[in-house]
């Protein structure tokens, strides 16, 4: 099953970084992005082209929210394109690549499989330091899990598996599955990058934020570093794009669930 779960994972992981590749490191070939209408959608068009994955699919985005974000990357760029400074607009080349191919109901059951070995629930019991530090920081985002979706879960130390209610998947995947394609991709996004399930669910209900998200998954990162010190061109960078990436991906969320519709503001401005 594990073996499975990881040829998912890193088929999904190495078809985002196909995608990185494809543009990063090009001229700029473009003045402006900017956003139109698409049949109940919205498009992004740099000059007179639109965006398009590097599969050559038209990206059309579902709310204007999330459009103007992402013509927001794109006119941030310089004189060369960076794909990994932009990433909203690579989980949107991901929900445009994987919808026709992916069910939402498959990338839910990914997110599911991470709570069997979430960060949250997997312990070490050595040093007693150590485990008294995940017991007070994790405990909360345990017993939140539990109280939030009614679920029982049980912590493991050493080689167990963390004890799951019969109800968890089905609670939790009727949560996952009440957004709709591309939020659920951004929820895989972060499931994956923070290697807890618990932690985005809990940042996305606003229990916790992106810094407090990012430490919880680090943390026995954080006790080594607390012993033997920083690498600061290695940890420091890597605690950026930690962060940079779940913020982009709990954002894609909330972009991609609003249905604002900053067009009818604008009209309703001009009657005034």
């Known amino acids: 099953m594990f073996s499975i779960i990881r040829t998912q994972r890193c088929s999904q992981v190495c ?18 992005a900017r956003i139109c209408h ?10 007179n082209r639109k965006l398009r994955t590097p599969n050559g699919n038209i990206v059309k985005l579902p709310t204007e929210s999330l459009a103007q974000a992402v013509s ?11 794909l990994d400074q932009m990433p909203l607009t690579t989980l949107c080349f991901s929900a445009v690549e994987n919808k026709p191919t992916i069910p939402a109901k498959s990338l839910v059951s990914t997110c599911f499989n991470y709570l069997h070995t979430d960060t949250i629930l997997c312990r070490i019991n050595e040093p007693p330091e150590l485990e008294k530090f995940q017991s007070e920081r994790w405990d909360p ?16 130390s050493g080689f167990a598996m963390p ?37 985005p669910l809990a940042l996305v209900d606003r229990e916790i934020s992106v810094e407090e998200a990012v430490s919880l998954s680090r943390l026995e990162q954080e006790y080594q570093i607390s012993k033997w010190g920083n ?37 309703a401005l001009k009657s005034l």
Request: some cysteine.
């Open 38 to 47: 698409s049949d109940g959608g919205f498009e992004i068009n740099l000059d």
């Open 163 to 199: 004890v799951i209610s019969e109800n968890a998947e089905p609670v939790l995947s009727r949560y996952l599955l009440s957004y709709n394609y591309w939020s659920i991709i951004g929820f895989e996004r972060m499931v994956s990058s923070l290697k807890s399930l618990i932690v």
């Open 15 to 32: 078809c985002i970084w196909s995608q990185v590749k494809h543009f990063s490191g090009k001229e700029k070939f473009y003045k402006e």
């Open 72 to 82: 927001v990357e794109w006119n941030n760029q310089n004189e060369v394109l960076k």
């Open 141 to 156: 985002m345990v017993n939140w899990l539990m109280k939030r979706h009614s679920i029982q879960v049980t912590p493991s």
């Open 231 to 267: 690498i600061a061109w290695h940890h420091d960078i890597e605690l950026a794009e930690s962060r940079m990436k779940t913020a982009a991906a709990v954002m894609f969320i909330q972009l991609c669930s609003e249905d604002s519709k900053t067009e009818r503001y604008r009209e």
